[in-house]
């Protein structure tokens, strides 16, 4: 760790590296939160899509981020994985930077990020998680292939194993992705909107997983689109419209106000109906995104 | 000036002129490859058509010239229905087979063909004032220029009659559907002009250089313009003078008019990209440099209002360390610090920086305008 | 069509290919060619941007003009460095404007193309007038004179396209990921700006070997063509570089031989036509996504299913009432 004396004294912009004080009061004793964003602003054209965002995700939670289109959910998660430079804030991965611990950090991506005629089978794209681990030229060999395998298992896929990607299904494409992010052997999955244009089976099988991975201390976080399910699926939630609007516990932070002030007036005209539970708050706030 | 010299300039400026009205079109529809492929394809269609017309400036043969062009568009389509390769693969597929066939069947027939391959290819402007068109015994002027001079009235005319369909079908295809202005029409009537204009103009510029003259300027335009009629009217601006700094340019150098002609395209480009008043790589370096300094002292005033009234403002909101909390170096912050001072946004208080009732309007409003976004 | 090569000459072709030197050597150069350009293509046409060939190639042109104005030479070599550094300089300038503007991608490549093209032949229309210069040699590039190639270019071309394929090899799962999925290669930490950068490289090195042999107008062709052929006979990525190469360096070889056997056929044309067949043979005729198959697939599945309605209506005594429920 370098201290703060030794910073002002290079007097050079410092993203990625520095202490921090505690500001979350959620660090348990001594290990860092599995990610610490701060202060991250970030502008696309010009035009700011994160305005001054702290977040803090304590390790071993699952934790869903919210939002309306154009909230910044995307850019927060890209900002985490260094793919989008901010300009200002930083993030720490378990305490560092980065580049630092990037093999603890598995990503998913929205599924319509590739182009899945390219030519290649499932095991393959598995198979690329262990790139990272593989370094420069080395190609992939045996053990990199059982991994896959077996990460394809764990996803329910591994009858697939040689099947062309194009002839995936979209909840299929899916689990492909995740199998390839377990693969990675992380301990930090970040995966932007993992439910998006699953089918119901996919979707189950695919909390399981994540369930799966918290019980065994690793931490999830995920875009998500579907408010009614965010009480039951995860335990820790982000609101975000640009600017964080509340971080915590579902049960704490997962609340009408916060929620109308995340979607603006669009789920004000709850108050004319009866239900103030957050389940009712989220169906609302659901159809009322849906309907521009 | 020799009125020959004046002839290759009307010529190159009515050239220049016809060219651009397409290529706004095709540059705002992201279609300006299509005038690459077509522009080399209808080398086909002047040969196909010179075997029937035995002359090169005969309307038959321009119009089936340009028949070739709307087939490769047609292709190019067809192709990529199939899904079996992408869009610009498609593209890359059908214009050089085309092509090949053309420049083949000029080599064979050579002895049929009075062709030159070269100036189908580059262009030959320098003779164009030497084809004339007379009419019993009276000189009307050159061919060159009563050919170009008629593709520009017809793509003016063509503007004027559908510039809102044009329009519409550019910026929304699918309100242009439902309110019955046929997109797919207008999209062939678009590559129908393309085709038409490509094929008058080989002779003057050479097919290759046909792009420069559709693409560049409206792309220079295109930076200096948010209005589709300026647009039409600044490209047509910039290719005519383009076009003729390009004659003088080759005129010094006694090189290909053609060639010139297009370096003095890339040349206008240039500038505009570098000088645009409002789009320009300098006025954006400026601009950007003063917005850096407002979104800065916004940005603080953010991080002040966010820590306000909050355990942690001791720490965060104090001078001394704000530079590690915003992550900026120790100078830029001390003048940002300096500049929201002066401009009232935040009072120093033993250290600790408080925002003022015009601080914190502004942290407030640019967090409502960016959630009202 | 009397020059044309009537089919029972074949074996004289062949014997030629064997014995004659200078068809071996243009034979020989226009398969290298084929191999590179098909092998970097797969990338280029999977990465779409098949059309940033065309691009860099007619940007080559003022490079080759400039080479021989600066060194007065025409060694290969010299003028293909020349056209190497304008196909890249094109590429970034392309990558720069798009960046840099609000211009889009289609017309920054179109700009960038047709001036750098246009500057090109101002600068060698200059050239040709001055006195001094015999500008023979300048101008096979347009259309690619296979039958000037002697041994030593086709050295040349064979160690380019060497390294450029070696490079390929070592940086496979790189490039592939880099192909694939972009950013998720930049999160596990591979440098995908220089990978981006070094990719790039590699395919005007493909353009630059195929140069002389098939001209810059026509070039393109060689990128595209054979990768989209093999892209419909396999799924897999390896296989498809392969066959590739070989689809490149069939109609290479093919097209040169046709071309320096035959009176008046340009070489670069005859090539491009001979590539455009074997792709509209593999779009038609490919198993599992040629539209031959495709076509006889769903006729087979059709007809299965009439059948199957036919067997239940049977079954059940005669046609159902349309929107009655098949089991009650």
């Known amino acids: 760790m370098v201290k703060r004396s030794d910073m002002s004294d290079t007097g050079l912009p410092t993203p990625d590296s520095g202490p921090r004080t505690p500001d979350s009061g959620l660090r348990t004793s001594d290990s860092p939160p599995a990610i610490d964003v701060a202060d991250m602003t970030a502008v696309y054209h010009e035009q700011p899509v994160l305005w001054d965002v702290d977040v803090t995700v304590p390790a071993g939670v699952l934790m869903a981020i919210v939002g309306p289109n154009g909230a910044g959910k995307t850019t927060l998660i890209k900002c985490m994985l260094g793919l989008i430079h901010p300009v200002a804030g930083r993030v720490l991965i378990q305490g560092q930077p980065y580049k630092e611990r990037r093999s603890a950090v598995a990503y998913v991506p929205q599924r319509g990020s590739v182009d899945w005629d390219f030519p290649t089978n499932v095991l393959d794209v598995v198979e690329m998680g262990r790139y990272g681990s593989l370094g420069w030229i080395r190609r992939p060999g045996r053990k990199e292939r059982e991994k896959a395998l077996e990460s394809l298992e764990k996803v329910g896929m591994a009858a697939f194993a040689n099947r062309q990607i194009s002839q995936l299904s979209g909840g299929q494409q899916q689990r492909v992705f995740l199998a390839r992010a377990l693969a990675q052997d992380a301990e930090i999955y970040l995966m932007d909107e993992p439910f998006q244009g699953v089918d119901a089976t996919t979707e189950r099988a695919i909390i399981e997983i994540l369930r799966e991975l918290r019980a065994t201390g690793k931490t999830v976080v995920a875009v998500h689109h579907d408010l009614q399910t965010v009480p039951e699926y995860f335990d820790w939630v982000t609101l975000l419209n640009v600017r964080k609007i509340a971080s915590g516990p579902v049960e704490d932070v997962f609340t009408e106000e916060n929620l109308r002030l995340t979607y603006g007036g669009l789920v004000a005209v709850l108050r004319n109906g009866n239900g103030a539970d957050h389940n009712h708050a989220a169906a609302h706030s659901l159809q009322m995104e849906a309907a521009p | ?373 | 069509m009397t020059d044309l090569v009537p089919l029972w000459s074949l074996p004289g072709i062949l014997d030629d290919l064997v014995n004659d030197y200078t068809l071996r050597t243009v034979a020989l150069g226009a398969g290298v060619l084929g191999i590179v350009a098909g092998a970097m293509g797969s990338f280029a046409v999977l990465r779409r941007q098949s059309l940033v060939g065309d691009a860099m190639s007619h940007a080559a042109l003022p490079g080759i003009a400039v080479a021989y104005m600066l060194t007065g030479s025409k060694d290969s070599l010299v003028l293909l460095l020349g056209a190497a550094i304008a196909g890249w300089l094109a590429t970034l300038a392309v990558i720069g404007i798009v960046r840099s503007s609000r211009v889009k991608f289609d017309s920054a490549l179109g700009l960038i193309l047709s001036v750098f093209f246009g500057f090109g032949l101002m600068l060698l229309t200059f050239i040709q007038r001055r006195p001094d210069a015999s500008q023979a040699g300048l101008d096979k590039f347009l259309f690619g004179q296979a039958s000037t190639l002697i041994e030593r270019d086709v050295r040349t071309m064979a160690v380019l396209g060497a390294v450029a394929i070696g490079v390929m090899l070592l940086l496979w799962k790189e490039f592939k990921l880099l192909s694939f999925d972009q950013d998720f290669a930049a999160t596990i930490g591979f440098p995908v700006r220089f990978l981006d950068v070094l990719l790039t490289t590699l395919i005007v090195v493909a353009i630059v070997v195929g140069l002389q042999a098939v001209g810059v107008v026509l070039m393109s062709a060689m990128i595209v063509a054979p990768a989209a052929a093999a892209r419909q006979w396999t799924n897999r990525l390896g296989v498809m570089v392969l066959l590739s190469a070989l689809l490149g360096a069939l109609s290479g070889a093919t097209g040169a031989t046709i071309s320096s056997t035959t009176e008046r056929m340009p070489t670069g044309p005859t090539i491009v036509v001979v590539v455009s067949l074997i792709v509209l043979f593999s779009l038609l005729f490919a198993p599992n996504r040629g539209l031959l198959w495709t076509w006889f697939d769903q006729r087979t599945r059709r007809a299965t299913l009439q059948r199957a309605l036919a067997e239940a209506d049977a079954a059940h005594g005669g046609p159902r009432p349309i929107g009655e429920p098949a089991n009650r």
């Open chain 2, 1 to 373: 000036m020799t009125s020959a010299q004046i002839d290759i300039q009307l010529i190159a400026a009515a050239t220049a002129a016809a060219c651009a009205i397409p290529g706004v079109f095709l540059v705002l529809r992201r279609m300006a490859m299509m005038s690459d492929a077509i522009s080399h394809s209808i080398l086909l269609g002047i040969v196909l058509a010179y075997f029937v017309v035995d002359s090169t400036s005969s309307p038959f043969l321009i119009a089936g010239a340009a028949l070739v062009g709307l087939l490769t568009v047609v292709l190019v389509e067809a192709l990529q229905r199939t899904g079996l390769v992408k869009e610009d693969a498609a593209i890359g597929l059908v214009f050089p087979l085309l092509f090949s066939v053309g420049v083949i069947l000029i080599a064979r027939f050579a002895d049929n063909v009075h062709l030159d391959i070269d100036s189908v290819l580059l262009g030959e402007l320098a003779f164009a004032p030497f084809d004339r068109v007379i009419v019993s015994g009276w000189d009307l002027g050159p061919r060159g220029l009563w050919i170009m001079g008629a593709i520009l009235a017809i793509n003016l005319s063509l503007l004027l009659l559908f510039f809102k369909e044009l329009k519409l079908a550019t910026f929304d295809a699918g309100l242009a559907a439902s309110l019955g202005l046929a997109p797919v029409a207008v999209h062939y009537g678009l590559m129908s002009s393309v085709s038409l204009t490509a094929v008058g103009a080989f002779d003057a510029v050479g097919s290759i250089l046909v792009v420069a003259l559709m693409i560049g300027p409206p792309a220079a335009a295109y930076l200096l313009t948010d209005r589709l009629t300026t647009m039409i009217w600044l490209s047509m601006l910039l290719g005519v003078v383009s076009a003729i700094a390009g004659y003088w340019l080759a005129h010094w150098l006694d090189a290909s008019i053609a060639g010139a002609m297009a370096t003095m395209v890339g040349v206008t480009f240039l500038t505009t990209l570098v000088f645009s008043p409002s789009r320009g790589l300098v006025a954006s370096l400026a601009r950007r440099r003063q917005q850096k300094l407002d979104f800065a002292q916004t940005m603080l005033a953010i991080h002040l209002l966010n820590h306000e009234g909050t355990p942690l403002a001791e720490l965060e909101n104090r001078v001394a360390g704000l530079d590690a909390h915003l992550h900026w170096d120790a100078t830029f912050t001390a003048d940002i610090v300096a500049r929201a001072r002066r401009h009232d946004l935040v009072l120093e208080n033993e250290g600790l920086l408080v925002l003022t009732p015009a601080g914190r309007t502004r942290a407030q409003s640019a967090l409502v305008h960016q959630a009202a976004r």
